[in-house]
């Protein structure tokens, strides 16, 4: 183990855990990483040895099959498998969503119906929000279900699906105006839909197509993928929670573990930014030395290991938060903010420590500096995270005057 990041007080299972995790990276994914992700090819042994860890289940409760760990557990497995390969966090991050938010505000039919299954990783989840116009303004959705008799239809394109084609199950983010008198908030007219789903490209059920993979600058492996919905139909028992505008609140519940498991992520491949770039500085030399004895390299590795321990401490720090039963959103989404900024800042210094070998394929670096910038955007943009950490801030210290 290395003695950045470092976590204090956790239980001799937690360690276990990650000890477990960290073994399996190590041996099973970083070995073939830059590999698979140069040919973009989804890393199903990966998966599947993932599958026998209990990595899928790693958060649903005993009840229901899984291992009923916390969310400071999940996220520290996450910062180590990201330390591997990124893509692969992000495989079980989406599923883990829907996983919660079923656990948190689904029926009891709809958690005894799939939990069991998704912690065997059997079901396999996705969500699905954003749409091609919409951006960060998720008040903006198009996508609409329409109640007809004991069934919903449902119209509407949705945009960058994490899962798309591999799921089997996607937790899918319409306006339902049924109900809501005129002049209702946005926000309060929106439920999220259970769709369950064939694995796959094309039509995957009748109303409902994945068009195919969308090519990326980096995050490969990984399907990203848009869901079109044509008159798709879906019973009115698969409404998250049984009840119609709701969808917001359960969504941004999802979205505020999901900005901590954002948060793992960049402290993981900030952690092996670094520990490429210690590496290579201890075994390049130019004139006469190693360049790590050139004080210009050690001020960078000094502010690439101080990086990585901060963005962990916050990392952390937000998990506990939420997992205490208190509200996280300042705190998730300072961590989000500070762990993405950090991530891009170490990854470039440690591609700067390469040199010229920083831009060759052949060396681990090149993936890392492609995949970094997926963190600066994803799951709320830094701009968004900063618009809600200093609203909840204003909350936090009005002014009495």
């Known amino acids: 183990m290395s003695r950045l990041a470092q976590t204090a007080g956790l239980t001799d299972v937690q360690q276990e855990i990650l000890s477990t995790v960290r073994d399996f990276v190590d041996k099973e994914i970083i070995p073939v990483a830059t590999e698979l992700e140069h040919r973009d090819e989804y890393p199903q042994q990966?998966?599947?040895?993932?599958?026998?860890?209990?990595?899928?289940?790693?958060?649903?409760?005993?009840?229901?099959?899984?291992?009923?760990?916390?969310?400071?557990?999940?996220?520290?497995?996450?910062?180590?498998?990201?330390?591997?390969?990124?893509?692969?966090?992000?495989?079980?991050?989406?599923?883990?969503?829907?996983?919660?938010?079923?656990?948190?505000?689904?029926?009891?039919?709809?958690?005894?119906?799939?939990?069991?299954?998704?912690?065997?990783?059997?079901?396999?989840?996705?969500?699905?929000?954003?749409?091609?116009?919409?951006?960060?303004?998720?008040?903006?959705?198009?996508?609409?279900?329409?109640?007809?008799?004991?069934?919903?239809?449902?119209?509407?394109?949705?945009?960058?699906?994490?899962?798309?084609?591999?799921?089997?199950?996607?937790?899918?983010?319409?306006?339902?105006?049924?109900?809501?008198?005129?002049?209702?908030?946005?926000?309060?007219?929106?439920?999220?839909?259970?769709?369950?789903?064939?694995?796959?490209?094309?039509?995957?059920?009748?109303?409902?197509?994945?068009?195919?993979?969308?090519?990326?600058?980096?995050?490969?492996?990984?399907?990203?993928?848009?869901?079109?919905?044509?008159?798709?139909?879906?019973?009115?028992?698969?409404?998250?929670?049984?009840?119609?505008?709701?969808?917001?609140?359960?969504?941004?519940?999802?979205?505020?573990?999901?900005?901590?498991?954002?948060?793992?992520?960049?402290?993981g491949v900030a952690q092996r930014a670094f520990e490429l770039g210690v590496s290579y500085a201890q075994q390049r030399h130019t004139f006469g030395k190693p360049i790590a004895q050139h004080q210009a390299i050690q001020f960078k590795l000094a502010e690439m290991a101080t990086k990585v321990e901060a963005a962990h401490a916050m990392m952390v720090n937000a998990a506990r938060k939420k997992d205490s039963g208190e509200r996280n959103d300042l705190e998730a989404g300072m961590a989000k903010y500070l762990a993405s900024e950090y991530c891009k800042e170490v990854v470039e210094d440690a591609f700067r420590i390469h040199g010229g070998y920083g831009f060759s394929k052949e060396y681990e670096i090149e993936r890392l500096y492609r995949e970094a910038p997926m963190l600066l955007i994803g799951e709320g943009t830094a701009e968004i995270q900063k618009m809600i950490i200093g609203r909840r801030l204003l909350e936090e210290y009005r002014f009495q005057g």
Request: glycine share 14%; aromatic share 6%; charged share 20%.
């Open 46 to 267: 990966i998966v599947d040895g993932l599958k026998e860890l209990g990595l899928f289940g790693l958060m649903i409760p005993e009840e229901y099959g899984g291992l009923g760990e916390s969310l400071l557990t999940y996220a520290l497995c996450v910062e180590e498998i990201a330390r591997g390969w990124m893509s692969v966090s992000g495989i079980i991050n989406t599923h883990f969503i829907v996983a919660y938010m079923l656990k948190q505000h689904g029926t009891q039919e709809q958690k005894d119906h799939f939990l069991p299954r998704m912690a065997l990783g059997e079901v396999r989840g996705a969500f699905s929000m954003s749409e091609p116009a919409l951006g960060s303004d998720v008040s903006a959705i198009t996508s609409k279900g329409v109640q007809d008799g004991d069934e919903y239809v449902l119209n509407g394109q949705k945009m960058w699906l994490t899962n798309g084609g591999s799921s089997t199950l996607v937790a899918v983010l319409c306006r339902s105006d049924e109900g809501h008198p005129e002049g209702t908030a946005p926000h309060k007219s929106m439920t999220t839909f259970l769709v369950e789903k064939e694995p796959g490209f094309g039509e995957v059920r009748p109303g409902l197509t994945i068009p195919g993979k969308i090519d990326k600058m980096g995050y490969k492996g990984v399907d990203t993928t848009e869901l079109v919905m044509q008159d798709l139909r879906i019973p009115a028992n698969r409404v998250l929670g049984g009840t119609t505008g709701r969808g917001f609140y359960q969504m941004m519940d999802g979205v505020e573990v999901g900005r901590v498991n954002v948060a793992a992520r960049g402290c």
